[in-house]
C-alpha cells in the first residue's frame, strides 16, 4: 500500500513555473514506477511523465516535452514535476501516481497504474 499526497499547485501567470511535489507514504518506494497526469474539466485524464524504478529512463507527453521533468528522490519517498514555461492550456488538475507492472512503453496507460494521489490545482493566467 502506497499513499500518495501532491503539493505545490497554485495560480501562476503564463511563462512562470512551478515544481509539484508528491510524497509517498509506505514501504518500497523505490520499487514503483512513477508518473504524473492531468485532468481538465471536460477531459480525460492526460498522460505527463514517467520516471522508472530504476531512475534510468524517463518518458514525456509531446505537450510537456522540453517544458517539465520528473525527478525522484528516493531517500525523500519524493517525486517532482518541475514545469516551467506554463501556457493557460496546462491549467488542470496535476495526480502523481504509482505503480509496478508499469514500463516504458506502456507509461501513458493510467490503469496501470496502482495508487494515485487526490491532486492538486494548477491555474496558468493568460
Known amino acids: 500500500q502506497v499513499d500518495l499526497a501532491e503539493s505545490g499547485g497554485g495560480l501562476v501567470q503564463a511563462g512562470g513555473s512551478l515544481r509539484l511535489s508528491c510524497a509517498a507514504s509506505g514501504r518500497m518506494f523505490s520499487t514503483y514506477v512513477m508518473g504524473w497526469f492531468r485532468q481538465a474539466p471536460g477531459l480525460e485524464r492526460e498522460f505527463l511523465a514517467f520516471?522508472?524504478?530504476?531512475?534510468?529512463?524517463?518518458k514525456y507527453s509531446d505537450s510537456v516535452k522540453g517544458r517539465f521533468a520528473i525527478s525522484r528522490d528516493n531517500d525523500k519517498n519524493t517525486v517532482y514535476l518541475e514545469m516551467n514555461s506554463l501556457k493557460p492550456a496546462d491549467t488542470a488538475v496535476y495526480y502523481c501516481a504509482a505503480g509496478r507492472p508499469v514500463s516504458i512503453w506502456t507509461a501513458a496507460e493510467s490503469p496501470r497504474y496502482d495508487y494515485w494521489g487526490q491532486g492538486t490545482q494548477v491555474t496558468v493566467s493568460s
Open positions: 520516471f522508472s524504478r530504476g531512475g534510468r529512463n524517463t
